[in-house]
């Protein structure tokens, strides 16, 4: 490899080390139950805040409160998701690389 492709590489390296980085440190919210139940996580998915509105305390039905906190989630989820990729897509230009985004 000449200097000049070296460069470069290092450069696309140094490029995806700061938007892993971004990822990590975003945080997003996922909500379900029109945001009676709301998920914040990181951008490695790292749940780091659980809110649930005292419209979804019912006693009687623990189910419909148990699916609203996997909806939110799985909402959460598919948001950081899809910035993982805009991110790492901005880094790559679209290449698909194994283990990146």
Not at 21 to 45: L, P, R
Not at 73 to 94: F, H, I, L, P, W
Request: glycine residues 10%.
């Amino acid at each position: 490899m000449n200097q000049n492709m070296m460069r470069q590489l290092q450069k696309v390296q140094q490029e995806m080390a700061k938007a892993q980085e971004d990822i990590q440190n975003y945080s997003v919210e996922g909500a379900a139950g029109g945001g009676v139940v709301t998920v914040t996580i990181t951008g490695d998915f790292r749940v780091t805040k659980v809110t649930i509105g005292k419209d979804a305390l019912d006693p009687e039905d623990v189910e419909t409160l148990e699916d609203l906190v996997v909806a939110a989630c799985n909402d959460a989820r598919a948001k950081a998701e899809a910035y993982a990729s805009q991110r790492m897509g901005s880094v790559t230009g679209g290449l698909k690389i194994p283990g990146f985004g």
